[in-house]
Each structure stands twice: as structure tokens, then as C-alpha cells.
């Protein structure tokens, strides 16, 4: 299990796994007022939590299925990337892709926060690339099927 730095400024509960499986926390919207999100419109929603990663981690801010495919809200620039070094407020990039507005309710559940490791990289220069089944080949380059 990870520890992670949290400071909570919201009006609601750390972030949770709905289930024990659950590979993302649920992310709550902390506003003072309802938010209406009109189609094509998008949105910056505050959370109230703030964090402090350990390096060698980011956190995804990802969609909601459920808001996704019953209401057409889905995160914008998905996955949200929070970078280990960003010590400000958790912020989500909704966007209505439905053609009905949209009302965000202070503590509706907005999105899911997934926990990832990953490695940073050097770039080594060379003059080729071994081959591969795949090659070159590239968006819809295996098919349908």
C-alpha cells in the first residue's frame, strides 16, 4: 500500500475506492454553488484536495463511466496528468458532449483519480530500429476484427 500527503480543504471525505478492487479513487466536486454544463461547454471543478506524490508516481484523473455513457460528461483532457512536483488544488476538466445541459451538485461524484507508477526515460540515438510484425503500420493498420 502507497502513502500519499493529502490535505483535504473540502467540504467532504478524502477520496474513496468504491469497491475493494476498484482501481480509482472517486473524485468529488467542492463548489459553493451548482454548476450548469451546457453542450460543448467545459469547465475547471475544484476538489479541495491537494497532494504530495513520491517521484516515480503520477495520478490519472480519469472519466466516470457512468457520467460518460448515460450523461455525455466526460474529462476533457483524459487522462489528467498530476505530476509528483504539483502541490495545487486537484482541479477536473469536465466537457458535455450531450446536446441537454448538465448540472454538477456540490459533492457529485466528477471523476476517478487512478495512482500510477512510471519511469522517466534518456533518449538513445541510433541509425534503425529492429523490425516488428507490426512495422510501420498504424491507426487501424491491424484490422477490424
Known amino acids: 500500500m502507497l502513502n500519499v500527503k493529502v490535505i483535504n480543504k473540502s467540504k467532504h471525505d478524502l477520496p474513496k475506492y468504491a469497491t475493494v478492487s476498484a482501481a480509482g479513487l472517486d473524485l468529488r466536486a467542492n463548489i459553493d454553488a451548482s454548476i450548469t454544463l451546457d453542450s460543448l461547454e467545459r469547465v475547471l471543478v475544484k476538489t479541495g484536495i491537494f ?9 490519472q484523473v480519469r472519466p466516470r463511466s457512468g457520467l460518460a455513457y448515460k450523461k455525455g460528461i466526460t474529462v476533457l483532457n483524459s487522462p489528467g496528468t498530476i505530476d509528483a512536483d504539483y502541490r495545487g488544488e486537484v482541479g477536473v476538466i469536465l466537457v458535455n458532449l450531450s446536446k441537454q ?5 456540490d459533492g457529485e ?4 483519480l487512478v495512482i500510477a507508477q512510471h519511469e522517466q526515460i534518456t533518449w538513445k540515438s541510433v541509425d534503425s530500429l ?3 510484425e507490426r512495422g510501420t503500420g498504424g491507426f487501424g493498420s491491424t484490422g477490424k476484427k
Do not use: H, T, W
Open 51 to 59: 497532494m504530495e506524490l513520491p517521484v516515480g508516481y503520477e495520478a
Open 101 to 105: 445541459p448538465f448540472v454538477i451538485e
Open 109 to 112: 461524484r466528477i471523476a476517478q
Open 130 to 132: 529492429e523490425n516488428s
